[in-house]
């Protein structure tokens, strides 16, 4: 089998959560953060609706609720987030505040980043400026924007020969530990994190750095990473399934030039807990509506569950930040002998219905809004969101992976049960 991978470009109306979420997991992993999400009450009912009970958790994150008179200018912006910062400084004193551009404040063309930097001076507090916006983001990529923001306030490495490894992406710390301890048994020591716990430990960078990602969605952090900072980028499948853990950890292993040791093995173990998920899964077919950027590595770590992938929906795709991933997709359907997904970027959602009509899926993976609809035309779904908010990396966590992806299947096998 020789054939190529497909890709398309739809017209980009799907379903997807706004970037500002990533506030959501973003707070709790910088500790000492502040995120001020300055937009309109729109941003704020759905950061209220999205967010479910965190909001009674007295959250580190606030809006800066424009109103009429800041979008006619009749205010000073500079005087007004001056307020709000004071507060939130004097009330929550947090060591940085982010600030999360909105639809509007780019629409009314606010200067956040021409203020931030005299606000911070006057306030002494730095003030970091991420357009996580729903004009040009979905979901995931909010987490991006924030993240490339702040490589530019990372300290610059003084000159040593040695060379360092910092990974980025915001996992929980437990799985940030998983990872670091699986390296460390490769001799390879971990020097950073971005993002790190404490704004004031985040990763030192310079042209020794070698920066590896742990999720498909930091393509612009990348770029920064690489462009302004001169770190080496380590080019590497994504850590998510045992397959991708292991391809990540032996391309790590080779830029440092280390054999790997036991990772086969390790690999082979993790498959035979899995197996009776995979006997499940076996030569039933998903499709992915695409609304998190997860999809491609998800949908190869499935192909080797045994699944059959009809559609690999996507909001974005970087095909170079990703090139590693798609290789593995290849290479696994083409050792699973199973047939190539298509790939259909910025996806139109009633296409797809129309679509998943026709191959009866026996999972549809999609968001909240079409995952009930569907559901009543007796079409299995498993909600995407949940992917991005569970533990899913590293070989420890492959299994959570598919107790989700299982979850509807075991469900209706139940339900059959009782209906006898
Ligand atoms: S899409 Fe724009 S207006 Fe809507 S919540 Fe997101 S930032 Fe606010």
Not at 168 to 175: A, K, L, P
Not at 335 to 358: A, T
């Amino acid at each position: 089998m020789n054939a190529q991978l497909n890709f398309e470009c739809e017209t980009g109306n799907y379903h997807t959560f706004c970037p500002i979420s990533c506030v959501a997991w973003l707070y709790q992993k910088i500790q000492d953060s502040f995120f001020l999400v300055i937009g309109t009450k729109t941003c704020g009912y759905f950061l209220q609706n999205a967010l479910g009970v965190m909001i009674f958790a007295e959250p580190r994150y606030a809006m800066a609720e424009l109103e009429e008179s800041d979008i006619s200018a009749q205010l000073n912006d500079y005087k007004e987030l001056k307020r709000l910062c004071l507060q939130i400084q004097q009330n929550r004193n947090p060591s940085v505040i982010i600030w999360i551009g909105t639809c509007t404040t780019e629409i009314i063309k606010m200067d956040l980043e021409g203020m931030a930097p005299k606000l911070e001076m006057e306030l002494q507090i730095p003030i970091v400026v991420a357009r996580a916006n729903g004009l040009d983001y979905a979901f995931t990529q909010g987490e991006d924007t924030v993240l490339a923001a702040l490589v530019h306030r990372c300290t610059q490495q003084t000159h040593s020969d040695q060379n360092k490894l910092v990974l980025f992406g915001s996992i929980s710390n437990t799985v940030a530990n998983q990872l670091t301890l699986e390296l460390q048994k490769q001799n390879i020591h971990v020097d950073g994190w971005l993002p790190s716990q404490n704004y004031n430990d985040l990763p030192n960078l310079g042209s020794n750095v070698y920066v590896c990602a742990v999720n498909p969605f930091l393509s612009r952090t990348a770029t920064t990473l690489m462009r302004r900072r001169k770190c080496k980028l380590i080019g590497a499948p994504f850590p998510i399934g045992p397959d991708g853990t292991k391809q990540w950890i032996e391309k790590i292993c080779e830029a440092f030039h280390q054999k790997p040791q036991n990772l086969i093995q390790r690999e082979q173990q993790i498959w035979n807990q899995l197996k009776q998920y995979c006997d499940l899964l076996h030569n039933k077919s998903v499709f992915f509506m695409g609304d998190n950027l997860l999809e491609i590595s998800l949908a190869r770590f499935l192909i080797r569950c045994g699944m059959i992938v009809n559609e690999i929906g996507i909001p974005y795709l970087d095909k170079r930040f990703q090139a590693s991933e798609l290789k593995l997709l290849k290479q696994t359907c083409e050792f699973m002998q199973s047939p190539l997904p298509r790939i259909v970027e910025k996806p139109d959602n009633y296409n797809q219905i129309q679509r998943i009509h026709e191959f009866q899926p026996d999972l549809v993976i999609t968001g909240m809004g079409l995952a009930n609809p569907l559901e009543s035309r007796h079409i299995n779904t498993k909600w995407s969101v949940e992917f991005t908010f569970a533990q899913i990396h590293g070989f420890i966590n492959a299994r959570d992976i598919l107790e989700l992806v299982t979850r509807p299947l075991r469900r209706n096998e139940k339900i059959s049960k009782f209906e006898i």
